[in-house]
Nanobody, 129 residues
Framework: QAQMLESGGGLVEAGGSLRISCTNS????????MAWFRQVPGKERAGVAC????????YYADDVKGRFTISRDGANNTLYLEMNDLKPEDTALYFC??????????????????????WGQGTQVTVSS
């Protein structure tokens, strides 16, 4: 499958908002559960938000609950992450990926894990204090 293409990152002040997007030229995103992950240098990539395939269920890491919202536009094959009340600790490179459930895994998004070992280039979000 083609790589995910993330966009919309940038520099924002603490307390501000940003919406990032991702799409894929070959993969129909509405046929998968999808998630956003983020990574800072020296740390592992961690789940941030997940949207079930049906779109009826969402899952969020504890540190973004109430501030971030994941959504999908099937017509445009685009996944979004609306981020409000941003904090300096949200600074990271953000990635999106199709996900599935691994009952042997328990992370920030519970048992949701990336389906493929393939990542886009990500989009950088930097929050200044």
């Amino acid at each position: 499958q083609a790589q995910m293409l993330e966009s919309g990152g940038g520099l924002v002040e603490a307390g501000g908002s940003l919406r990032i997007s991702c799409t894929n030229s070959r993969l129909p995103l509405d046929e998968y559960a999808m998630a956003w992950f983020r990574q800072v240098p020296g740390k592992e990539r961690a789940g941030v938000a997940c949207l079930s395939r049906s779109g009826r269920n969402t899952y969020y890491a504890d540190d973004v609950k109430g501030r971030f919202t994941i959504s999908r536009d099937g017509a445009n094959n685009t996944l979004y992450l609306e981020m409000n009340d941003l904090k300096p600790e949200d600074t990271a490179l953000y990635f999106c990926a199709p996900v599935g459930q691994d009952p042997n895994f328990n992370g920030p998004l519970g048992s949701w894990v990336p389906l493929f070992n393939s990542w886009g280039q990500g989009t950088q979000v930097t929050v200044s204090s």
